[in-house]
């Protein structure tokens, strides 16, 4: 069964760094999301990217974060000047229709130290 | 704005039993879909079981069935003859789909213990 992968799956950076997180959504998706879970907390929805573009982002999501589709398969989620509380679980998501479920990758766990 | 509870962070069920996990949301959405997603330690969410709110009868997934009470804005989860793989965070999670746009929305989670 195809799977959404996301590269790497543990990312350590001093803070201030810029982090790129990487995903291969399933190739016949159209739709694709970033989420973020803090440890111990829920997951929280970051961005949602249709049609080579952002089509909504939480507040969370403030300049500090930018995503590309930089290809016809990766989705890149970029994370400038990092700071500790960026800290968590970032996972990717994707799906062939907006209300179809949503595939999730493993996640990337990002470390800012 | 849309939002979801699920009033349990932990709960144990011995091996073979049932056990129901609650959530419930609020929203002002009449059409909207719901869903289910396991978590285990490997930490990759797993669609468990998809629910639509215009449907009135409750979706199953072999062991795992759902509770959708749509007046109460309630949607349990059931799972039947537990077993040790069933152990995981479990959440809840509301599709919001407003303006052509799609998110979810997740509870703050679960945590399953089935014992042996």
């Known amino acids: 069964e195809p799977e959404v992968t996301q590269t790497p799956s543990h990312q350590v950076t001093q803070m201030g760094q810029e982090v790129i997180l990487r995903c291969v959504p399933i190739?016949?998706?159209?739709?694709f999301y970033w989420y973020r879970q803090i440890l111990g907390q829920k997951v929280e929805f970051l961005v949602s990217?249709?049609?080579?573009?952002?089509?909504?982002k939480s507040e969370i999501f403030d300049d500090q974060f930018s995503v590309e589709r930089p290809d016809g398969s990766n989705f890149t989620l970029k994370i400038r000047s990092t700071k500790l509380e960026d800290s968590a679980m970032y996972f990717c998501?994707?799906?062939?229709?907006?209300?179809?479920?949503?595939?999730f990758g493993d996640g990337t766990r990002l470390s800012i130290l | 704005a849309q939002t979801v509870t699920q009033s349990q962070p932990e709960m144990s069920v011995q091996e073979a039993e049932t056990v129901t996990l609650s959530c419930t949301y609020d929203?002002?959405?009449?059409?909207?879909?719901l869903f289910w997603y396991k978590q285990p330690p490997s930490r990759q969410m797993i669609l468990v079981i998809r629910?639509?709110?215009?449907?009135?009868q409750n979706a199953t997934e072999n062991r795992f069935s759902v509770n959708f009470q749509k007046a109460a804005k309630s949607f349990s989860l059931k799972i039947s003859d537990s077993q040790l793989g069933d152990t995981a965070m479990y959440f809840c999670?509301?599709?919001?789909?407003?303006?052509?746009?799609?998110?979810?929305?997740f509870g703050t989670g679960t945590r399953l213990k089935v014992l042996a």
């Open positions: 998501a994707s799906s062939d229709q907006g209300v179809q479920p949503q595939h």
């Open positions: 190739s016949n998706h159209l739709y």
């Open positions: 990217f249709y049609n080579n573009e952002i089509s909504e």
């Open positions: 929203t002002s959405e009449s059409n909207y879909y």
């Open positions: 629910q639509e709110a215009y449907k009135q």
């Open positions: 999670a509301f599709l919001s789909h407003t303006s052509g746009t799609y998110k979810y929305i």
